[in-house]
C-alpha cells in the first residue's frame, strides 16, 4: 500500500526506532530531474573581467556577451548564485536578446534596456532602466523576495519578476543562457570561486577538496551557520572518516525536517559529490548499494551517537568519474532542466498562489484546492500513476471544464479540471509519473478565470487536498 501508507508514517517515527525509521526514506532516491534542480543553487560564480575579442557563444556576440557579463558581474555583487545569474541572463534573452535596446512594444510600449523594464511600473527612470548595472540590479533584488524562487523551474522564477503574460516564455533560452554562463566564468585566480556562508565560511580543517566542496555547497544552500557544520576531527572513532578529512556533520539538533532535506540532497547528487555513506537517525545508507535502502544501526546509547541531532556524510577517498565540484560543472549539469521536480513520491500540480481552499464556499461546498496559476501553465501529474479519464466535465464528480482523472490505486485518485481542450496532454490508460506535465492550464466551465482546480479523492469520497498534500511533505502554499 505504498501511497496512502505515508500518512502513517510520522505516527509510527514518534515512538518506534531502529527498522520503522527507514520508513521515511524508502520514497527518497536518486532523481535526476531534482540533481538539475538542486546543482548548482548556492555555489557562487564571477564573470570574466572583460569578454575576448571575437568570443562567440550559441551565436551572441560582442555587445550582447558583454552585458551578460554585466549580469553575471552584478549578480555576484549582491550575492546572488550561479543559478540566480542564469536565471537572469537567460531573462535577458527573452527580452531583449541581450541588447540594451531602447524601445518597447505593445505590451509596454515605454519599456526599455536588457530586461524590457517600464518606469511607469516602479523600475526606475528610462536613463536608469537603460543602464545595464541598474536594470540588473532591479532584477536581482526583486527576484530575491520571490518566495522560493531557487525551487521554480528558471522560467516561472524568472515570470514572478516580469510578469509577462506567458510565464513559459524563457523556457527555451535556459539551456542557452547556461553555455553564457560557464563560458563568461572566470576559470583563473581568483575566478570560480566556491559557496561561502554569511560569516566569514565553512571552516571545517585539514579536509580533502572534495569534503570542503561538499561543506560549503550544503551549508550555502541550505544556510546553515558556520558553527554547525564540522569535519576534520582528529579524536573521532572513524579512521576513515573525520581524522581522514572525509566526513562532514550537518548539526540540525532538534529540526528532523531540516536533517531529512539535507539527507535527500546529499543522495540525489550523491555521485557528483563523492557520497559513500550517510548516517541519519540511526540508520545507513550506502551509496554503492542504494538499491538496499536504509539499514538500521545499533543503539549507541544517546540521540547524538545514534545521529538524530545530525547527519554524517562520509565520502570517497577517490572522487568519483562524475564529480565536478566547481561551480561551472555544477552549472553544466543542469542543461534541459523542465517541469518541476518531485519531493519524494509528491509534487505540487501547478505553480501558483491558492485563490480558493477546500471547504464551504458561497453557499456551497468547494470540494477541492484552486490554484491562481495562468492560462498555459504546466499542469504535473501529482504523483505516480494511471490516467483513467479525460474529457469534457465528470458527472460522478462534478467537475466542469475539460478534466484529467489519475489512479494512483488503492482508491487515490487525483483530479485536474477546468483545461480547454488542447490543454489536456494525456490519454486514459497512460501511465505517468510524479512531476510529469499532463495538461495546462485553463479558464474552462464554471470558471471565472484561469486557474486549476485540484482534487484529492479516496475512495471516491473527496478530501481536503491541502491536509493531504502537507501529510506527503508537500505543502501546498
Known sequence: MKKLAVWTVPLLA???????????????????????????????IQAVGTVPAGLEVAGYTGEQ???????????????????????????????????????????????????QQRPSQGWGTREQVMDPVHASEQFFDRLRHVDGWRDLEPTLAANRVQRNADPLHYREHWDTAVEVVTALADQGPGGD?????????YDIGAVKPQTQALADEVGAHFGLDPADVGGYRDSAADSGGHPAGLAVDFMTWEDLALGDAIVDYVMQNAERLSVEYIIWRQAIWMADRADEGWQPMEDRGSDSANHF?????????TPSEAADLSPVGCLNASISLAG???????????????????????GSFHAGTDFAAACGMPIYAATDGVVTYTGSGHPRYGLSGHVIVVDHGEGLETTYNHMFAAGVHVRP?????????????????????????????????????????????????
Request: hydrophobic share 35%; net charge negative; with cysteine.
Open 65 to 115: 556577451l558583454h552585458n551578460a557579463s554585466i549580469i553575471m558581474q552584478v549578480g555576484e555583487q549582491l550575492g546572488i548564485d550561479a543559478h540566480g545569474q542564469t536565471i537572469g541572463v537567460m531573462t535577458a534573452m527573452g527580452e531583449s536578446s541581450l541588447r540594451n535596446i531602447s524601445h518597447g512594444d505593445a505590451a509596454g510600449p515605454d519599456s526599455a534596456g536588457l530586461f
Open 429 to 477: 490508460g497512460q501511465q505517468v509519473s510524479a512531476g510529469q506535465q499532463i495538461g495546462a492550464v485553463g479558464d474552462e466551465g464554471n470558471s471565472t478565470g484561469c486557474h486549476l482546480h485540484f482534487g484529492v479523492y479516496v475512495g471516491g469520497q473527496h478530501t481536503d487536498p491541502g491536509s493531504f498534500m502537507a501529510a506527503q511533505d508537500v505543502p501546498l502554499g
Open 193 to 201: 570561486a566556491l559557496p561561502v556562508a554569511d560569516e566569514g565560511g
Open 14 to 44: 514518534c515512538g518506534l526506532l531502529g527498522g520503522v525509521l527507514l520508513v521515511l526514506f524508502l520514497g527518497a532516491g536518486l532523481n535526476a530531474g531534482a540533481q538539475q534542480r538542486t546543482c548548482a543553487q548556492g555555489q557562487s
Open 340 to 362: 518541476l521536480s518531485p519531493t519524494g513520491d509528491w509534487v505540487k500540480p501547478t505553480d501558483g498562489p491558492i485563490s480558493s481552499r477546500y471547504g464551504p464556499r458561497w
Open 309 to 317: 541531532d545530525h547527519p554524517h556524510v562520509n565520502l570517497r577517498s
